[in-house]
């Protein structure tokens, strides 16, 4: 009964392939987060979705496409890898009204080769 | 100057120790700040909210210094189990995303 859950946990492909993880979350939040912590860890936010809209867009490159098609689920497909994009993608969940308190998943180890 | 700044690490410290974590944020602004806490190649937890008139939760203290924008962890009696990263995050009012420092390792030794 795992709170927010992500798959795959380890994703290692070529340069030029795409890609997708998922994440889904069973807390009932209304908002849902990607973040990228990088090799120097820093946790750095990528998208936000509140009820299935889009709410923040960072800069992140545009090979970077978020899907929401309900509340408690929030993908992320990446077109074309490239090496800089080796990464632990951790998605997270809150409720309205509550935004600091996040609930990660385990994280997805992102290795490009 | 980055926006939010944490000592650099590691801390390795004896069992029973006490430690102390500073971090300091740049955006005045900032309304809402808190402590994770990031076990190795796990994903963050929340440890503690950071309220102006300081809050204590059994071994950890958590202060905040809006005036000089600055915010600290006190960890009392270390135990093996503290050994973590600690994140200071702090947030924007009226945005909805946490802006997190680079985290400070903590290593307790038997």
């Known amino acids: ?113 | 100057r980055k926006e939010v700044e944490q000592d650099p690490g590691p801390f390795n410290v004896p069992e029973g120790a006490t430690v102390a974590f500073n971090c300091t944020y740049s955006n005045s602004a900032s309304q809402s700040f808190f402590w994770y806490r990031q076990d190795c190649r796990k994903e963050p937890k929340l440890l503690m909210s950071v309220y102006s008139s300081g809050n204590e939760d059994g071994r950890f203290t958590a202060q905040l210094n809006r005036a000089s924008q600055y915010i600290s962890l006190l960890i009392r009696d270390s135990k093996l189990s503290d050994s973590a990263t600690y994140l200071c995050v702090v947030n924007l009012s009226g945005y909805s995303t946490l802006t997190f420092g680079k985290g400070t390792m903590l290593l307790v030794s038997p």
Not at chain 1, 11 to 24: A, F, H, R, W, Y
Not at chain 1, 80 to 104: N, Q, R
């Open chain 1, 1 to 113: 009964d795992t709170a927010v859950s992500q798959t795959p946990k380890y994703l290692v492909t070529q340069m030029g392939n795409d890609k997708s993880i998922k994440c889904e979350q069973n807390l009932g939040h209304d908002t849902m987060y990607w973040y990228k912590q990088d090799s120097k860890k820093f946790l750095k936010i990528m998208f936000s979705y509140n009820n299935k809209e889009l709410i923040i867009n960072e800069t992140v490159p545009n090979r970077f496409s978020p899907k929401s098609p309900d509340k408690a689920h929030l993908n992320l497909h990446i077109n074309s890898l490239e090496l800089g994009d080796s990464a632990v993608y951790f998605c997270a969940s809150s409720s309205t009204g509550e935004g600091e308190k996040l609930f990660f998943g385990s994280g997805t180890q992102l290795s490009v080769l």
